[in-house]
Antibody, heavy 124, light 107 residues
């Protein structure tokens, strides 16, 4: 049973960088896409980006200029860095796994499992 | 970007009711459509993937249908634990967009 456990700073100052890590327990990286999703308080879900087992990342265009997603397969960890944050980046951030169905245009099945979520507040 | 539009945004229903939530994509996504259930303070939980495939362990009262641009999640007999918010999501192409959510409340 694959489990995802995430951690990172819960309070980040405006203009600084938000950093989160997601550890994968009990599963392989190969054949899967590793995703980050966020949810502002009281609002819906927004897909942030994904990375595959080879380290190839795809980002939401709305965040692309500030975003880096990386993978450390030796540690079974996926990381998210979002720079120059503002109050609009305040949200619960989740990591999640998806099975890659097709290439080269990557098509996925649903996101499962998910990490427990990390509330990140941007405030001075 | 592919836009996902759910309807209704909220609904009130009673235990035992049959409930249907629809999701429309702004372009064809074949069957790359997923449904999630989210309860307050919890991560979303995958219910249906590939438009109509039930995730293992999910009760059979949940079902999904559709292909192309129009999809439906049906709960055949609403149970007390089903009161939650439901989201559709396309995984046909990035960005992997979600619908705005449908909140199912107790009547």
């Amino acid at each position: 049973q694959v489990q995802l456990q995430q951690w990172g700073a819960g309070l980040v100052k405006p203009s600084e960088t938000l950093s989160l890590t997601c550890a994968v327990y009990g599963g392989s990286f190969t054949g899967y896409s590793w995703n980050w999703i966020r949810q502002p308080p009281g609002k819906g879900l927004e897909w942030i980006g994904e990375i595959d087992h080879s380290g190839s990342a795809t980002y939401n265009p709305s965040l692309k200029s500030r975003l880096t997603i990386s993978l450390d397969s030796s540690r079974s960890q996926v990381s998210l860095n979002l720079s120059s944050v503002t109050a609009a980046d305040t949200a619960v951030y989740y990591c999640a796994r998806a099975y890659v169905v097709a290439v080269p245009i990557i098509r996925l099945w649903g996101f499962d499992p998910w990490g427990q979520g990390t509330l990140v507040t941007v405030s001075s | 970007d592919i836009q996902m539009t759910q309807s209704p945004s909220s609904l009130a229903a009673s235990v035992g009711d049959r409930v249907a939530i629809t999701c429309r994509a702004s372009q064809s996504i074949s069957n790359y459509l997923n449904w999630y259930q989210q309860k307050p303070g919890k991560a979303p939980n995958l219910l249906i993937y590939a438009a109509s495939s039930l995730k293992s362990g999910v009760p059979s009262r949940f079902s999904g249908s559709g292909s192309g641009t129009d999809f439906t999640l049906t709960i055949s007999s609403l149970q007390p634990e089903d009161f939650a918010t439901y989201y559709c999501q396309q995984t046909y192409s990035p960005p992997r967009t979600f619908g705005q959510g449908t909140k199912v409340e107790i009547k």
